[in-house]
């Protein structure tokens, strides 16, 4: 049977997980950083907000990976993940790109210069993994509540929770795979919850942008 990661988010804008095209990914968030078991081909990871957020223990996004976790270097030279490169002058969805990360000479180089989470660099590459899927449910600000009986699978704190009723996992996947309760097909369900319309594109990490309005990001403000 296949294994569910469950965590809480601290933010949620884009990066990780960053939900945008036929891939979701998870390069850069707790899950990685700790190295959760859940990383075989058909095991799951899901995101809630925590008990003091607005939108309190709803689920903010859930995916089946696609293939085995990916080491970075990887994940930085593969085609299929060229769009996820990060643009410090690009839109907001190209600020926010989780595919930072390059092997040069032995060491792990910054795509760009830029790097939309710096300052964490230390636990990003400490294990240096990647999570992909194409089946995924992401909601952002359009988070949704889960059944009662279910709730026993969100983490009460920081870390991740892998070690589930194998029921409840089952019922989990069966639910969110029949639709939410609601239908909602597999995709992108919603913006970001620290995304904020600005008529023409989204703009990421609404309060620390820069003055002018301009989709310049302060990198050290992006957590995960």
């Given at each position: 049977?296949s294994?569910?990661?469950?965590?809480?988010?601290?933010?949620d804008?884009g990066?990780?997980?960053?939900p945008?095209?036929v891939?979701?990914?998870?390069?850069?968030c707790?899950p990685?950083?700790?190295h959760?078991?859940?990383r075989e081909?058909?095991?799951?990871?899901?995101g809630?907000?925590?008990k003091?957020h607005?939108?309190?223990?709803?689920l903010?996004?859930?995916?089946e990976l696609?293939e085995?976790?990916?080491?970075m270097?990887?994940y930085?030279q593969?085609?299929d993940?060229?769009y996820k490169?990060?643009?410090?002058n690009g839109?907001?969805?190209?600020?926010?790109?989780d595919?930072?990360?390059?092997?040069?000479?032995?060491?792990?180089?910054?795509?760009?210069?830029?790097?939309?989470?710096?300052?964490n660099?230390?636990?990003d590459?400490?294990y240096g993994i990647?999570?992909?899927?194409k089946?995924?449910?992401?909601?952002?600000?359009?988070?949704?509540?889960?059944?009662?009986k279910?709730?026993?699978l969100?983490p009460?704190?920081?870390?991740?929770?892998?070690?589930?009723?194998r029921?409840?996992?089952?019922?989990?996947?069966e639910?969110?795979e029949?639709?939410?309760?609601?239908?909602?097909?597999p995709?992108k369900h919603?913006d970001?919850l620290?995304?904020v319309?600005?008529?023409?594109?989204s703009?990421?990490?609404?309060?620390?942008?820069?003055k002018?309005?301009t989709?310049?990001l302060?990198?050290?403000k992006?957590?995960?």
């Amino acid at each position: 049977m296949s294994r569910l990661c469950t965590y809480i988010m601290i933010e949620d804008a884009g990066l990780a997980p960053n939900p945008f095209g036929v891939w979701c990914t998870l390069a850069l968030c707790t899950p990685n950083h700790q190295h959760t078991s859940a990383r075989e081909k058909g095991d799951w990871i899901a995101g809630f907000f925590g008990k003091k957020h607005e939108l309190a223990h709803k689920l903010v996004y859930a995916m089946e990976l696609f293939e085995k976790e990916i080491q970075m270097d990887d994940y930085y030279q593969r085609p299929d993940f060229q769009y996820k490169k990060p643009k410090e002058n690009g839109t907001a969805i190209e600020q926010v790109g989780d595919n930072i990360y390059f092997k040069n000479n032995g060491e792990l180089g910054v795509h760009g210069g830029w790097n939309p989470h710096a300052g964490n660099e230390k636990a990003d590459i400490k294990y240096g993994i990647v999570f992909v899927a194409k089946k995924f449910w992401y909601f952002g600000k359009e988070a949704v509540d889960i059944p009662e009986k279910l709730r026993a699978l969100i983490p009460n704190g920081r870390g991740t929770r892998i070690n589930h009723d194998r029921e409840l996992v089952k019922e989990f996947r069966e639910w969110v795979e029949n639709g939410c309760g609601n239908g909602i097909k597999p995709g992108k369900h919603g913006d970001p919850l620290n995304f904020v319309s600005t008529g023409t594109e989204s703009l990421a990490c609404p309060g620390i942008c820069n003055k002018t309005g301009t989709t310049q990001l302060n990198p050290q403000k992006i957590g995960c």
